[in-house]
């Protein structure tokens, strides 16, 4: 049963640290999504890539986020520094790259907590 | 601008009872839409989807959603729910020329005994 997996599943830092979220997407998938899920905000898209290019991180603070796939089957999501309003459940996802009618995998998340 | 709504935030209802969950789109064109379903402290899981073709969606656990496009809607719908049905149900419509999913905001699922 193919899945994405993230790691870690739960992180505590105090602000100013680097935070490092890893996710594996499923193999064969070539589109990989980064969501971030608030009580406040929601469901929000931070980024999201195809074939290991970035094509939109329009909802993602630019000076402290960044996000990057140095190879097709890991995707990294860093916070530098990490601040307590980044805390928050980050969602990885992926997908076979169909356009609007593919179906997205979604990973268990990663619980951020920036005290 | 494409968006989805989601009116109700939390939905209450007895285990057997039936179930339908709302779910009103903006869109210019035929849309791609979807339900995603998240229990507790996991991700998010498709039940559904609709691209064409019959208006009456099976999905997985016994869910079922029903395109009106005179109505702009694609509500999810259960005869008979379970307590494990509990959970957060998230509807969503496929972003234009890109692999994106515009999300509601969710509607929490309470099921009592």
């Known amino acids: 049963d193919a899945r994405v997996t993230q790691t870690p599943r739960h992180k505590v830092t105090e602000m100013g640290q680097e935070v490092t979220m890893r996710c594996q997407p499923i193999?064969?998938?070539?589109?990989v999504f980064w969501y971030r899920q608030t009580m406040m905000q929601g469901l929000e898209l931070l980024a999201y890539?195809?074939?290991?290019?970035?094509?939109?991180d329009s909802g993602m603070p630019k000076d402290r986020f960044s996000a990057e796939m140095p190879d097709a089957t890991l995707a990294t999501l860093k916070i530098q520094p990490s601040e307590p309003r980044d805390s928050a459940v980050y969602f990885c996802?992926?997908?076979?790259?169909?356009?609007?009618?593919?179906?997205?995998?979604f990973g268990p998340g990663t619980r951020l907590t920036v005290l | 601008a494409q968006s989805v709504t989601q009116p109700d935030i939390h939905i209450t209802v007895s285990e057997g009872a039936s179930l339908e969950l709302r779910c009103n789109y903006s869109?210019?064109?035929?849309?791609?839409l979807f339900w995603y379903v998240q229990s507790p402290g996991q991700g998010l899981q498709l039940l559904l989807k609709?691209?064409?073709?019959?208006?009456l969606v099976q999905g997985i656990k016994g869910f079922e959603a029903e395109f009106k496009r005179s109505q702009s809607s694609f509500n999810l719908r259960k005869p008979s729910v379970h307590w494990s049905d509990a959970a957060e149900y998230f509807c969503?419509?496929?972003?234009?020329?890109?692999?994106?999913?515009?999300f509601g905001t969710g509607t929490r699922l309470q099921v009592f005994p």
């Open positions: 996802a992926s997908g076979q790259g169909q356009g609007m009618a593919d179906t997205q995998y």
């Open positions: 193999l064969g998938h070539n589109t």
């Open positions: 890539f195809r074939n290991r290019a970035p094509l939109d």
């Open positions: 869109y210019g064109a035929t849309p791609y």
């Open positions: 609709y691209f064409s073709g019959d208006t």
């Open positions: 969503a419509v496929g972003a234009r020329n890109t692999d994106k999913l515009i």
